[in-house]
């Protein structure tokens, strides 16, 4: 039972470029979430889906798109990379009320 | 809106020292709390979790927390710590309607020899 994959697990980009960060649970949850985690900052929401095609923002989601065509898979876009998006990435899901969150192993992306 | 407040940045302790990590959150409907830990280079994961009945929860490798309704808080306690506990351990609130779960700063644990 893989849980929550993330896929890459690291990246470095240039100013500018463009990525997609995907995350993959095999778990049939409901709910999947993008946070950042910064030194300091505790994980911060970047972007959530309550299900197949919905998206929300979260507390910090400027310079970020996100997309949800399938239940299983929740991806993270970032159009033009800036160096204040150098960060660890974690996508996480939810199943059924009063259940835990289930997190992917993270990704580091740096932006120089 | 909810929020987290972890008091303690970071605790530096020795080994068989005994531990807690304070967590007070504000939301005033029935709330979800939970304590994830985080092992240097990993992701998070779960050691303990409330949802309802009794406020003392035990979580995996002898962590526990007390739910205090009163005073909001939701404080995660361990007798004896070990090395391997050092850490950065996160408090989390959620309400019962899956709405996204909101986690405090983090709190590091050193556990020196």
């Known amino acids: 039972n893989a849980g929550v994959t993330q896929t890459p697990k690291f990246r470095v980009l240039k100013t500018g470029q463009s990525m997609t960060l995907l995350c993959a649970q095999d778990?049939?949850?409901?709910?999947m979430y993008w946070y950042r985690q910064d030194p300091g900052m505790g994980l911060r929401l970047i972007h959530y889906?309550?299900?197949?095609?919905?998206?929300a923002k979260g507390e910090v989601p400027d310079g970020y798109n996100v997309s949800r065509l399938k239940k299983q898979n929740f991806l993270l876009g970032l159009e033009s990379a800036a160096p204040s998006q150098t960060s660890v990435y974690f996508c996480?899901?939810?199943?059924?009320?009063?259940?835990?969150?289930?997190f992917g192993q993270g990704t580091r992306l740096t932006v120089v | 809106a909810q929020s987290v407040s972890q008091h303690n940045h970071h605790v530096i302790l020795s080994e068989a020292a005994s531990l807690e990590l304070g967590c007070n959150y504000s939301?005033?409907?029935?709330?979800?709390l939970f304590w994830y830990v985080q092992y240097p280079g990993q992701h998070l994961q779960l050691l303990l979790k409330?949802?309802?009945?009794?406020?003392l929860v035990k979580g995996i490798k002898g962590f526990e927390a007390e739910f205090i309704k009163s005073k909001f808080s939701f404080n995660l306690r361990k007798p004896s710590v070990q090395w391997s506990d050092t850490a950065e351990y996160f408090c989390?609130?959620?309400?019962?309607?899956?709405?996204?779960?909101?986690f405090g700063k983090g709190t590091r644990l050193s556990v020196i020899a």
């Open positions: 996480a899901s939810r199943g059924p009320t009063n259940t835990e969150a289930f």
């Open positions: 778990m049939n949850h409901e709910y």
């Open positions: 889906s309550v299900g197949e095609g919905t998206t």
């Open positions: 939301y005033g409907g029935t709330v979800n």
């Open positions: 409330y949802f309802s009945g009794d406020p």
């Open positions: 989390a609130v959620g309400d019962s309607g899956n709405t996204p779960l909101v």
